[in-house]
C-alpha cells in the first residue's frame, strides 16, 4: 500500500507521467544525447510505493531523458519478473534536481 504524500517534501505530488510524456523526455535524450545537467535528482517515496504496489512489480527501471525545455531528468517506470516495463501503470518523473535540492553534507556529492 502506499505512503501518505508528505505535503512539505518539494514537487511530493509532482511526479507522475503520462505515457507520452515519458517516451517523448526518453526520445529528447536519445536525440539529443548530453552529459546531465544536474548532479542527481530524487523522487519522493509515495510515487515509487505507487509503482512497487502493481500487482506484477518485481522492481524500477530508470531511464535517462531530458524534458522538452532541455533538462535532465529520470523517467522511473515498474517492470515485471521478466524484465518487461509496466508502461500501463503508474510511470514517474518531474525529479527533484541537485541542486538546488541537495543533501550538503553528503559524501556522495
Not at 505530488?13 to 526520445?27: C, N, R, S
Not at 535532465?72 to 500501463?88: E, F, K, P, Q
Request: charged share 25%.
Amino acid at each position: 500500500m502506499a505512503k501518505e504524500v508528505d505535503a512539505n517534501f518539494p514537487g511530493a505530488e509532482k511526479h507522475e507521467t503520462p505515457l507520452t510524456d515519458a517516451k517523448k523526455f526518453i526520445q529528447n535524450h536519445r536525440k539529443n544525447p548530453k552529459a546531465p545537467n544536474i548532479n542527481g535528482g530524487s523522487f519522493h517515496r509515495g510515487i515509487l510505493d505507487k509503482i512497487l504496489a502493481q500487482k506484477e512489480c518485481n522492481g524500477i527501471r530508470f531511464y535517462f531523458a531530458q524534458t522538452t525545455e532541455g533538462a535532465s531528468t529520470l523517467v522511473a517506470v515498474g517492470i515485471t519478473a521478466a524484465g518487461a516495463d509496466l508502461t500501463n501503470g503508474t510511470i514517474a518523473e518531474s525529479i527533484e534536481p541537485c541542486p538546488p535540492y541537495c543533501d550538503v553534507a553528503s559524501e556522495l556529492k
